[in-house]
């Protein structure tokens, strides 16, 4: 199951990423995860959160230019080599990873990788047939 | 002190004369004008007016204005007084909504180009013995043939170096050792700034005039391209509806520009009423061609903010002097010596699917060089999660914008609503540029 991405728009000037948490604190809403992908004249925030349909409302209430993305998001043992042997599934079977970032699990030991590929559903089958354990929205939620 | 010329017979012409010279050149246009363009002839009949009627220069103010919505209402050769196949010669500028300004000329006319634009580098002592460096841009833009074709006129060997590529600008400067040059102010200084960066001093240089126009600047800017290149700076101006450059021209004495006015009438007007302005009162520059064959235009409102200033000139030119223009009547900008209305730009949004009509135009000066930044707002159907697609998108606006306007500018995608409304609709123009004088 692929996961609920939210990502933002953000101009490059001070304060930009501070009033989009700002939004989300007023709305109650729990960052799971934040990455944020620059360029020299914008930004764009990528969020995984609690309550996703708050958080959406929230943001488009205040004027803030935000979409859904699908992403898969993989849990992975805290173990060397644990991320590569995923990368190295996804790679063999021709898929390529647009961008990454990674979290501390919300679901016990190790890590939560959140991946973005070429191929969305492709990845999420390669992986599940690899044997890899793969997040959905509840346990992002609690 | 003697004062060179070009061309001393015509230049320095008895007022009397010259005056003469006009009514003939007058009378005999307006005749020809009235045979040959249709757009003329009704405007004459729906006055009652007749060729016979303009008798003297005296009469000029009984003939109907030109206005640039004409030429693109005759777009784009409605308005030549001659058959195409007299015309050896088209040029074109950018236009506000798509349609260009489109100007032809025949061999004749490129004689005559030739000859006012000989008396205008003429006047800062260049002769046959020179070599001429043209950092104009050669193309549809008038700027670059038309100062190569006055160089060559004069005799002198003729570097067609065009805009860009400043590092071999500056070898050719260098190594060819040319002695004057051609170029907009602002890319004058590009080259001298290149020059410090690079450690090359101007004195490897051998330049002793240069010759500015096409985009506002200012006295300091003079008095820093002169010391930064070791010349001479001086200021001409001329627009391609009447000729391009070569329409009037700084003398040594540098105050004012003559008008080669044995071939290009100046009148200043009150821009509301129309009616003509004395001598030393601003107002709106308006032009007569009274010898061009292909486009001989009637007393066309050029939109540029001028005077005639009283009183003779100490070069013993009798030509009248102009103040150089003020100001625009319109909204038009010039950015880096190119006419770029703002409309232009919507036009360009309109047509590219997802873009948000809200836009603002910031022109601003980085160095010496004009800087146009285009922001144009997102909006939630147009956003991606993907930068590479967000960056295409500005992209795409910007290659739109520069094959429109011809002129580079770096597109800056915005936050939806962030560009300040006035009243409904966002302010569309920022120009941070100070002191603006052409």
């Known amino acids: 199951m692929l996961l609920k991405q939210i990502s933002v728009f953000a101009e490059n000037r001070r304060g930009a990423i501070m009033d989009i948490t700002g939004v989300l604190f007023n709305a109650g809403v729990n960052l799971r ?5 620059d360029t020299t004249d914008f930004g764009v925030v990528r969020l995984i ?14 004027g803030m230019t935000v979409k859904e993305t699908d992403v898969v998001a993989l849990a992975v043992d805290d173990t060397p080599g644990a991320f590569h042997n995923a990368l190295k599934a996804l790679t063999e079977s021709g898929i390529m ?9 919300p679901i016990g030991e190790g890590a939560t990788i959140i991946l973005k590929c070429d191929d969305q559903e492709k990845a999420l089958g ?3 047939a690899k044997g890899f354990k793969l997040l959905t929205a509840d346990d992002v939620k609690f | 002190m003697s004062y060179h ?3 001393r017979e015509a230049e320095a012409m008895p007022k009397e004369k010259l005056r003469e010279l006009q009514s003939e050149r007058l009378c005999e246009m307006v005749k020809r004008v009235y045979e040959k363009v249709p757009m003329y002839r009704e405007r004459f009949d729906s006055m009652g007016l007749k060729p016979e009627d303009i008798k003297s220069i005296n009469d000029l103010t009984k003939l109907p204005f030109t206005y640039k919505q004409d030429l693109r209402d005759n777009y784009p050769f409605g308005l030549f007084a001659v058959p195409m196949d007299e015309v050896v010669r088209i040029h074109a500028s950018s236009g506000t909504t798509g349609k260009q300004t489109v100007v032809g000329y025949t061999e004749k006319d490129m004689k005559l180009w030739g000859e006012v634009m000989a008396r205008t580098i003429g006047a800062g002592g260049v002769t046959k013995s020179d070599i001429g460096h043209i950092s104009y841009g050669y193309g549809l833009f008038t700027g670059g043939l038309g100062g190569g074709l006055g160089s060559e006129t004069i005799g002198c060997a003729t570097i067609p170096a065009s805009t860009g590529n400043t590092k071999r600008q500056v070898t050719i400067l260098e190594d060819f050792k040319p002695t004057f040059i051609l170029a907009t102010p602002s890319y004058a200084l590009t080259i001298a700034e290149y020059m410090e960066q690079n450690g090359i001093t101007a004195d490897s240089l051998n330049l002793k005039a240069g010759f500015f126009g096409a985009e506002p600047w200012t006295e300091s800017m003079r008095k820093e391209i002169e010391k930064r290149l070791n010349l001479k700076a001086y200021d001409i101006y001329g627009l391609s509806e009447v000729i391009g450059p070569g329409v009037a021209y700084e003398c040594e004495c540098q105050h004012g520009l003559h008008v ?5 009438y100046l ?3 009150d821009p509301e009423t129309g009616e003509p302005l004395p001598d030393g009162t601003e107002g709106e520059i308006v032009f007569t061609c009274m010898t061009k064959e292909a486009l001989p235009l009637i007393r066309y409102r050029t939109r540029d903010v001028g005077m005639r200033i009283p009183g003779e000139c100490e070069c013993g030119r009798t030509f009248v002097r102009m103040m150089k223009p003020a100001g625009r009547t319109d909204d038009m900008l010039i950015i880096r010596g190119v006419n770029v209305f703002p409309s232009q730009i919507e036009s360009v949004l309109m047509e590219l699917d997802g ?10 000066r980085t160095g010496n060089l004009d800087n146009l930044t285009v922001l144009v707002e997102l909006t939630e159907d147009t956003f991606t999660d993907e930068v590479r697609k967000l960056e295409a998108m500005s992209k795409k606006v910007t290659d739109a914008i520069h094959s429109v306007l011809g002129i580079a500018c770096k597109v800056k995608l915005v936050e939806p609503k962030s560009i300040e409304r006035f009243e409904g609709k966002a302010k569309r123009v920022i120009d941070k540029r100070t002191q603006v004088n052409f």
């Open chain 1, 49 to 62: 959160v609690d309550k996703r349909k708050e958080a959406l409302t929230a943001l488009r209430e205040n």
């Open chain 1, 97 to 105: 990873v647009e961008y990454s970032y990674g979290f501390v699990s």
């Open chain 1, 126 to 128: 390669c992986l599940t």
């Open chain 2, 260 to 264: 080669n006015e044995d071939h290009f």
């Open chain 2, 5 to 7: 010329m070009y061309n």
């Open chain 2, 355 to 364: 873009i948000a009509p809200y836009y603002q135009m910031i022109v601003e």
């Open chain 2, 267 to 269: 009148e200043i007007i």
């Open chain 1, 33 to 37: 995860a934040i990455s944020i992908a």
